[in-house]
């Protein structure tokens, strides 16, 4: 049973009062949580009185029902959205963000090319470097900064400042982090629609007392969507590194990536492209390196695009064990973990560079 099964099914379920069309195609439903062999549907319904409320409530109820069998336990949770203007002094703006130097975002064009493992060993590396370090897990769907920094069982707590709940970070290895997956039991996966999906984050970045920070790194969801364009404008990060692996098929995904921050609405720079998984090294001959996926591939994307090769992280199998572990490369001192902190140097340093220019 998977949640795009389950969202199928719920498109079952039309609303007579809007032309018959489907809760799913409504945007009516805000969350499938499927936990313990359970399954939670949330609908979210407008402040005015929705006289068909209880109707969409049972009718989904029904189809869940009819579908799943009697032997799933079904819940159908409603919300309120649109909700009513926020109570005054409740609204978040960028006032936490005011104490933090530089926002910097880490995207690339496909999933899956490493970009939460070299966020996380970033943000470690740049703590190590003696910086004041902060990072924010964007990917709503499928947060992954808590297992790679084994915080999963942490839970972040609340401060009231001025009469505004704010979010304290958990801190580990000299970094805060945050993310969604705090926030969620484990194993439960998280369905959003787009705009909620913006919002969560938005929120959650800007109701994190960061406190004063050098850097903020924000680990970007997979893709290139609206997601991204409103964290760049809301949050105002100022510019953004992109990862890629070195295949020749991988340079129209980081150009994807790469010009989204060229957009005319975005225009933020690129400081600079990350190459992961540049070469393979056997955990038994540290010093051998297998150019598996072709050579130079990265260095090569960087120069048609124009931006700099920041660094080049090797595949080994110590890095993908210590993110399962929660205990990131770059807090050691082998070769892998020695190839975080210098291209956190490189990374300082560009930055810098660039905002001085900009001055
Ligand atoms: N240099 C590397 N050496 C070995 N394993 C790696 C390396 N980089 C990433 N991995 C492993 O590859 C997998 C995917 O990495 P990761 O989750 O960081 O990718 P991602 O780009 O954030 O994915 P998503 O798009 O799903 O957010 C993980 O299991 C990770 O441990
Ligand atoms: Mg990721």
């Known amino acids: 049973m998977s949640q795009e099964e389950i969202l199928e099914f719920l498109k079952e379920v039309h609303h007579p009062a809007k032309d018959d069309r489907d809760i799913v195609e409504l945007g009516m439903v805000q969350a499938v949580d499927i936990a313990d062999g359970a399954v939670t549907v949330t609908l979210g319904f407008p402040k005015q009185r929705d006289p068909l409320k209880k109707y ?3 009718a989904t109820q029904a189809t ?52 939460s493992t070299v966020a996380v060993n970033l943000a470690v590396a740049l703590a190590r470097l003696g910086y004041k370090v902060g990072l924010a897990d964007a990917d709503v769907y499928g947060p992954s900064v808590p297992v790679m920094t084994g915080t999963e069982d942490e839970r972040p707590t609340a401060e009231e ?36 999906a913006s919002n969560a984050l938005k929120q959650l970045v800007l109701q994190t007392n960061w406190g004063p920070l050098d850097f903020l790194l924000i680990d970007m969801p997979p893709g290139t969507g609206d997601i991204h364009i409103s964290l760049v404008q809301e949050i105002g990060i100022e510019g953004a590194v992109i990862v890629t692996t070195p295949q020749t098929v991988a340079l129209a995904d980081v150009e994807k990536g790469v010009n989204m921050f060229r957009l005319e609405s975005v225009g933020k720079p690129v400081f ?42 090797p595949l080994v199998q110590g890095i993908r064990e210590s993110g399962d572990a929660g205990e990131p490369v770059a807090l050691g001192s082998r070769p892998d973990g020695v190839a975080f902190v210098e291209l956190a140097g490189r990374l300082a340093d560009t930055v810098k560079c660039k905002t001085l220019e900009d001055r």
């Not at 540049?278 to 297998?290: L, N």
């Not at 960087?302 to 920041?310: F, N, Q, S, Y």
């Open 56 to 58: 969409i409530l049972g």
């Open 64 to 115: 869940l029902i009819r579908h799943l069998g009697k032997g799933v336990k079904t819940e159908v949770k409603e919300v309120e959205i649109d909700s009513p203007a926020p109570k005054k002094g409740n609204e978040f703006t960028k006032e936490t963000l005011l104490s933090v130097k530089h926002i910097i975002g880490v995207a690339s064009g496909k999933g899956g090319v490493g970009k």
């Open 161 to 196: 400042i001025n009469g505004k709940d704010y979010i304290t970070p958990v801190e580990k290895f000299g970094v805060k982090w945050i993310s969604i997956g705090y926030f969620a039991d484990k194993g439960q996966a998280l369905v959003w629609r787009g705009p909620m």
């Open 272 to 313: 600079g492209l990350i190459e992961n998984m540049a070469w393979f090294t056997p955990e038994e001959h540290p010093d051998e390196k297998y150019f598996i996926f072709g050579k130079d591939g990265g260095a090569k994307m960087a120069e048609v695009l124009g931006i700099p090769l920041l660094g080049r992280i």
